[in-house]
């Protein structure tokens, strides 16, 4: 059985690890213990880069920082969010739009132990709402 477990667990590792969205975590405290290959690959901040920094205080622009800590917190407290628009900075300083999934993360006990966040890159399709509406 615990190597079944331990199986199971680099598969999902493996899946979050590849997966086509951007998916980060976050732990009580607001800091990251998640960053997989595409949340790395749109901002250009590898994993080493930001695990253990805080999410809102230095990856959110100033404008959306109430906004997308209130999203979080609520899903610390089990209350989680669909389709969350906020824009994410780029290692230099561009802006990337997120559409957002927040999630409760939970130890084995049920216990909320942080947050998950599965995003899609919608920067271009903002872009191109941009232009259709003028």
């Known amino acids: 059985a615990e190597g ?3 199986r199971v667990a680099k598969d999902l590792r493996a899946l979050i690890d ?16 998640e ?8 901002t250009k901040f ?8 805080n ?12 906004a997308v800590k209130a999203v979080l917190d609520n ?16 290692k230099d300083q561009d802006r990337v739009e997120v559409l ?3 999630t409760t993360r939970r130890d084995a006990a049920g216990n909320i ?9 919608i920067t271009e399709r903002k872009k191109f709402e941009g232009e259709l509406e003028r």
């Open 18 to 33: 590849t997966a086509n969205a951007p998916i980060f975590g976050i732990d009580k405290n607001g800091n990251v213990n």
């Open 113 to 121: 132990v942080g947050v998950v966040g599965v995003g899609q890159d």
């Open 55 to 66: 999410l809102v205080d230095e990856f959110i622009t100033s404008e959306y920082k109430t």
């Open 100 to 102: 957002l999934n927040a």
């Open 35 to 42: 960053w997989n290959n595409k949340a790395a690959e749109i």
């Open 46 to 53: 590898s994993q080493f880069e930001v695990k253990g920094r």
């Open 4 to 6: 079944e477990l331990e």
């Open 75 to 90: 899903a610390l407290k089990g209350q989680e969010t669909a389709n969350f628009e906020f824009p994410l900075f780029t």
